[in-house]
């Protein structure tokens, strides 16, 4: 990839559209004056040298690719002519036979970062339409590679059910770590030292995992087989419905990710 590429991200005022730019310019990926992002209302206040504008379509006519990145309730008023150029989304629900004529494009991309693309830690799932080039499928890999770490994965319906896994990125975890905090609480911790516990067992967990490249249910069943106080939490856990909450989640979020990309 060449440093001289043109990006542009429609919603590049938002939380994601933000973190990608961010990524993007650390990587060296683009330069911060070939680097167009778009706000509605008020321009953010960093990014500096990057050309920033309210006109989608003024984004989109200087720029080689274009990274759409509104929320799924945005994106049918979204009118912006890509002009056969590489159109990368990163919204919700919309599929790939919509976007290419939604942009006016063959060259689609339908993808899924999360918010810890932030941090340079997503995991991003991806797949292009069948006029996707190889430059193009490179383009892609090396955009999503700066915010963590990427898959180009074999069908849209893949897209869906990680819509719900991945995509909500931190979100379980925190929910995890948010039922853990109240519980020690409750036991009489302040929530200064709950937070602070319950913060670093997560981050630790997370680096062990990254750090070992393990499979998750090996480190689960070596606690289990040690028949100490982990194990007893992991037992009355399962016996709980902890697997089964979780698999509910999981279904509830692939059905509202069908839903939004029914007609589209």
């Not at 931190?170 to 709950?194: C, K, Q, Y």
Request: net charge negative; with cysteine.
């Amino acid at each position: 990839m060449s440093g001289s590429l043109r990006i542009g991200i429609v919603g590049g005022g938002g939380w994601l559209g933000g973190s990608i730019a961010a990524s993007l310019l650390n990587a060296g990926l683009v330069q911060p004056h070939a680097l167009s992002l778009s706000y509605r209302t008020e321009q953010p206040n960093r990014l500096n040298g990057s050309f920033w504008t309210t006109d989608n379509q003024q984004l989109a006519d200087r720029s080689d690719v274009m990274i759409v990145s509104v929320r799924p309730a945005d994106w049918p008023p979204l009118v912006i002519d890509a002009d056969g150029k590489l159109v990368i989304s990163v919204v919700a629900g919309v599929r790939l036979g919509r976007l290419a004529e939604h942009h006016n494009t063959k060259r689609v991309i339908r993808s899924l970062p999360n918010a810890a693309a932030e941090v340079g830690k997503s995991y991003t799932p991806w797949i292009g339409s069948a006029d996707v080039t190889d430059e193009d499928r490179a383009i892609v890999r090396a955009i999503f590679d700066a915010c963590g770490t990427q898959d180009e994965v074999a069908s849209e319906s893949d897209i869906d059910y990680l819509t719900g896994l991945s995509g909500s990125g931190p979100a379980f975890p925190a929910l995890l770590a948010t039922a853990m905090m109240n519980d020690a609480v409750a036991r009489g911790l302040s929530p200064e030292i709950a937070q602070r516990a319950v913060t670093a067992v997560l981050i630790g967990a997370g680096r062990l995992l990254e750090r070992r490249d393990e499979c998750p249910t090996d480190t689960v069943e070596a606690f289990v087989s040690y028949r100490g106080t982990t194990a007893a939490a992991i037992e009355a856990m399962r016996a709980a419905g902890f697997e089964t909450a979780v698999t509910a989640g999981l279904v509830a979020a692939l059905k509202k990710s069908v839903s939004m990309g029914q007609g589209s």
